[in-house]
């Protein structure tokens, strides 16, 4: 592996700030950045288009194994597309999607489904050139990749994750689908062995993106040149 080309894995709750964070580290750092929520929402979209209950998890395998998955790149953000299409971020964030996505991603064959490509999306930041690639989710330092160069585990009260959710003005029971999230058996949310815990309930998002980029720096002094 090359030692130059950075992975960063972001794992927390709902609303925890992964996607604002990991969003402005991508700039700073010049990384691609991964939102692996939004895989699952587009899983959960197709499945709800295709009328496949998240209880039966043979039909839900056939559905996906049909289903051909891509990457298109939207600046920085690799943006993940269905049999050739890319689902609008209202297609993705709708009230039946949030209700309906922790059940979905809690069937071993949505994961499965899932594990090859984000693997694979090192690969795409390296063929465009990024210097790595920080991917978020619940289970990325976990199972996605372990190896990363560093892990990171994002946490906020509930009050603060209540009202940042509410500031956005969405309907989301956040605290329902982290239950689902961490009591699963496939790929829990919990933070790894390994992983940096930051309480960011009162931080601002340029402290958590300067303690991030710090601890960037750290991980990789033993490896750079000179
Ligand atoms: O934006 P928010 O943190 O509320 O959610 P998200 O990151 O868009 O993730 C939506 C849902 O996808 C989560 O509640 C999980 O059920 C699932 N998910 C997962 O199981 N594993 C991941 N690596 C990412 C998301
Ligand atoms: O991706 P995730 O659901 O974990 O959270 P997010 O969408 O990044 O953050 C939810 C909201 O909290 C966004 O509107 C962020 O701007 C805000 N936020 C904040 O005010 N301060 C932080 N340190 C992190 C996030």
């Keep these: 592996m090359n030692p130059d080309f950075v992975i960063i894995a972001v794992d927390g709750g709902?609303?925890?700030?992964?996607s604002s964070t990991s969003r402005l580290v991508a700039e700073r750092l010049n990384?691609?950045?991964?939102?692996t929520g939004s895989h699952y929402r587009a899983v959960t979209f197709a499945l709800i288009q295709a009328g496949v209950s998240p209880e039966d998890e043979a039909a839900v395998a056939a559905q996906?194994?049909?289903?051909?998955?891509?990457?298109q790149l939207d600046g920085r953000s690799a943006r993940i597309s269905l049999d050739g299409k890319v689902?609008?971020?209202?297609?993705?964030?709708?009230?039946?999607?949030n209700a309906a996505v922790s059940p979905y991603a809690a069937v071993p064959a949505v994961?499965?489904?899932?594990f090859n490509f984000q693997r694979s999306q090192a690969d795409v930041?390296?063929?465009?050139?990024f210097a790595g690639l920080i991917m978020e989710g619940r289970d990325i330092g976990s199972v996605i990749f372990p190896d990363a160069t560093l892990r990171i585990f994002l946490e906020a009260d509930a009050a603060t994750r209540a009202e940042r959710r509410a500031a956005e003005g969405q309907s989301d029971s956040i605290e329902q689908r982290d239950k689902i999230d961490s009591s699963r058996k496939t790929a829990p949310l919990t933070c790894p062995?390994?992983?940096i815990k930051i309480d960011n309930s009162g931080m601002t998002l340029e402290e958590v993106v300067d303690a991030i980029s710090n601890l960037v720096g750290t991980s990789t002094?033993?490896?750079t040149k000179n």
Excluded: I, Y
């Excluded at 990384?31 to 939102?35: G, I, N, P, T």
């Excluded at 994961?111 to 899932?114: E, T």
């Excluded at 930041?125 to 050139?129: D, F, K």
């Design 31 to 35: 990384l691609m950045h991964v939102d």
């Design 14 to 18: 709902a609303a925890s700030g992964k």
């Design 64 to 71: 996906l194994r049909g289903l051909p998955l891509d990457t």
């Design 125 to 129: 930041a390296r063929q465009n050139n």
């Design 193 to 195: 062995e390994g992983a």
């Design 111 to 114: 994961r499965q489904f899932l």
């Design 87 to 97: 689902p609008s971020d209202d297609e993705l964030r709708s009230d039946a999607v």
């Design 221 to 223: 002094a033993g490896s």
